[in-house]
């Protein structure tokens, strides 16, 4: 069945510390991955995204992610996060170009000064 | 350019009664969605326009929830009766379509309370 999984639904760190969430999907020959964010009361931002290329993928606000084939992970990494980033991170996948949209249960981040 | 436009941002309703929701998309966008997000979960997809037509609509319940896409445009969800299960926020996105995916740009949604 197509699936993503978001292993971590909360995960806190300190401000200017690194972070990673971590997001696997079910394997397909073709996949198209994506990272949104949702600010509280808002609707949600594309961060990123993975549909061919190069397997690192840099996107706004200083994240990127990492296509790993052979794990079926799209990991979310940033170096250094700040009070800024505090929001609901959402992985979401699509096997084909015409087909849904389907997300993650979602990764709550929370920056701590 | 103009986002994806939706209304009304706030709706309560007693369970039983109707309500109706509102979307616009972003012109040109062929690919209209509805998801359903409960809180503290992921968007659920309702249903998956292309123009008028739909494409995806597996995870609607169609005993109480209808949505119609007309002229391949805005669409408006509708749920009659209402649950109090259904109770979430209803989110429209929208998407170019054709050969490469592109990402879906979601409206801010509508915040739905059944009491």
């Known amino acids: 069945a197509q699936s993503v999984t978001q292993l971590d639904s909360q995960v806190p760190v300190f401000e200017e510390a690194p972070v990673e969430l971590r997001c696997n999907y079910s394997s397909s020959v073709s996949v198209y991955l994506f990272w949104y964010v949702q600010y509280p009361n808002q609707g949600l931002q594309l961060l990123l995204k993975?549909?061919?290329?190069?397997?690192l993928v840099k996107g706004i606000n200083g994240f990127e992610a990492e296509f790993n084939k052979s794990q079926t992970s799209f990991h979310l990494r940033k170096p250094s996060v700040h009070i800024s980033d505090t929001a609901e991170y959402f992985c979401?996948?699509?096997?084909?170009?015409?087909?849904?949209?389907?997300f993650g249960s979602g990764t709550r981040l929370s920056i701590r000064p | 350019e103009a986002g994806v436009a939706q209304s009304p941002r706030y709706k309560i309703i007693e369970k039983r009664q109707s309500v109706a929701f509102w979307c616009n998309p972003i012109?040109?966008?062929?690919?209209l969605y509805w998801y359903q997000q409960i809180l503290g979960q992921g968007p659920k997809l309702l249903i998956q326009?292309?123009?008028?037509?739909?494409?995806?609509d597996s995870q609607l319940p169609k005993d109480r929830f209808s949505a119609e896409r007309l002229k391949g445009v805005d669409s408006t969800l509708k749920i009659q009766p209402a649950k109090l299960e259904d109770s979430a926020v209803y989110l429209c996105a929208s998407s170019l379509t054709g050969g490469v995916p592109t990402e879906a740009f979601f409206g801010q949604g509508t915040r739905l309370t059944v009491v």
């Open positions: 979401a996948v699509s096997y084909s170009s015409a087909s849904k949209i389907i």
């Open positions: 326009f292309q123009n008028n037509g739909v494409v995806d």
């Open positions: 012109s040109g966008h062929a690919t």
């Open positions: 993975y549909l061919s290329g190069s397997t």
